[in-house]
């Protein structure tokens, strides 16, 4: 008899007296069969009935010859419900393992239960999860002798626990009891380090870097960032490090002026303290500190209305290629006004002032500056001039 197959048993009766070998069993309600057994057999099982149903059978004992012999025995009798006999027949799920196991994954294993009947062809499971931060229920068919199930979007450094349970659908839902609980740990991962990590500022002792946020990561929440600095060509230094948090930019200051910088970017996780790999690594020089201020400045040729300026070309530098100087000129006692400045380029190290008042004391003083930084070096020392007066003009008398 197959598992959940139904049965009924009777023993039949045969009056005393009567020396025949068969009892003929007839069934309903439709086209009941007209069963035959030696009289020997005290019972008979009835396979394929319908659960939760009502059958009505007769028995009659008949003689050899086919004669019936007395009146019918009438039995009614009904079958258990198929949840009755479903609950003694399905199985927890064995044999479970967990394997693969990653930061934000696992696959877990099982072997599915062999069972005789129909019934079970609408056959599920379901796995349960849970852990501190959620609770999850998957539903999965029957598939194979050996089934698995990857279960991904977990929470790295977790432990999880998973249960299974077989369940039986057809006029009536059977569940099968839930198996031991079964423990896994996800893996501690790291986050995604940031992307785009670049320059937008130069200056001769700070640069600003900039970077995007890293793609995302469900196992991590990235609020924070390690920045790294340090000069390209010591490699034997530390890096220096600055944290920096809801932002995605870093100035970084008090550098040196003319030397290349490393400098690459980490992502954080607060939670897990967790730092990610690390970024794309860019380069930058700093700008130069100034170029060196004009020497030997002397004046000449000073007249009513003009002046000249003398200078001794500054020293070649190889930070500096392209020097010009700035000439700044102002009336002295003018002090609220903005000093005139005249740019002096092509190698030239002389100009001369003119259009201006006479009889008038003005300060004057240079800088050099290099066009391709845009860096000015410190100022000379300021020159104080006093035009002189115009020139007499004699009358003939």
């Not at 501690?188 to 785009?196: A, C, L, Q, R």
Request: with cysteine.
């Amino acid at each position: 008899m197959a598992a959940g197959d139904q049965q009924l048993v009777h023993t039949p009766f045969v009056p005393a007296g009567y020396w025949s070998q068969c009892a003929p069993m007839i069934w309903n309600p439709v086209k009941a069969p007209d069963i035959r057994f030696s009289s020997s057999h005290f019972q008979y099982t009835f396979y394929n009935l319908a659960p939760s149903t009502q059958y009505t059978y007769q028995l009659k004992v008949i003689s050899p010859f086919g004669n019936y012999l007395g009146q019918y025995i009438s039995i009614t009798t009904k079958t258990l419900p198929l949840i009755h006999h479903l609950n003694t027949s399905i199985h927890t799920p064995k044999l479970i393992q967990i394997s693969n196991i990653t930061s934000t994954s696992f696959v877990i294993i099982w072997s599915v239960m062999k069972t005789n009947g129909s019934q079970f062809k609408t056959s599920t499971y379901e796995i349960l999860l849970n852990s501190q931060r959620q609770s999850l229920l998957l539903i999965k068919n029957i598939s194979s002798e050996l089934f698995r199930e990857k279960i991904e979007n977990l929470t790295a450094c977790t432990i999880y626990t998973i249960q299974m349970r077989l369940v039986v659908k057809l006029s009536e839902t059977v569940y099968s009891e839930w198996s031991n609980p079964l423990t896994a740990f996800t893996s501690i991962s790291t986050p995604n380090p940031p992307i785009n990590v670049t320059f937008i500022e130069t200056g001769s002792t700070q640069l600003r870097v900039v970077w995007m946020p890293p793609e995302e990561n469900l196992a991590f929440n990235i609020n924070c960032y390690l920045v790294y600095i340090r000069p390209t060509f010591t490699v034997f230094s530390h890096f220096q490090k600055f944290n920096i948090c809801h932002s995605y930019v870093c100035d970084i200051k008090s550098l040196l002026p003319g030397v290349n910088y490393t400098v690459y970017v980490e992502s954080f996780d607060l939670t897990y303290g967790l730092r990610s790999l690390p970024s794309n690594y860019i380069t930058a020089v700093t700008y130069p500190d100034r170029p060196i201020k004009p020497e030997n400045v002397t004046v000449t040729n000073i007249k009513p209305n003009q002046f000249t300026i003398r200078w001794n070309e500054i020293k070649h530098d190889l930070t500096f290629t392209n020097i010009c100087y700035s000439l700044y000129v102002r009336p002295t006692l003018n002090i609220n006004d903005n000093f005139n400045q005249f740019n002096v380029c092509n190698g030239k190290s002389e100009f001369t002032v003119t259009f201006l008042l006479p009889k008038t004391n003005y300060t004057v003083y240079l800088k050099s500056f290099d066009t391709n930084y845009g860096i000015y070096s410190d100022a000379t020392k300021s020159f104080l001039i006093y035009t002189t007066y115009p020139a007499c003009k004699f009358i003939n008398t």
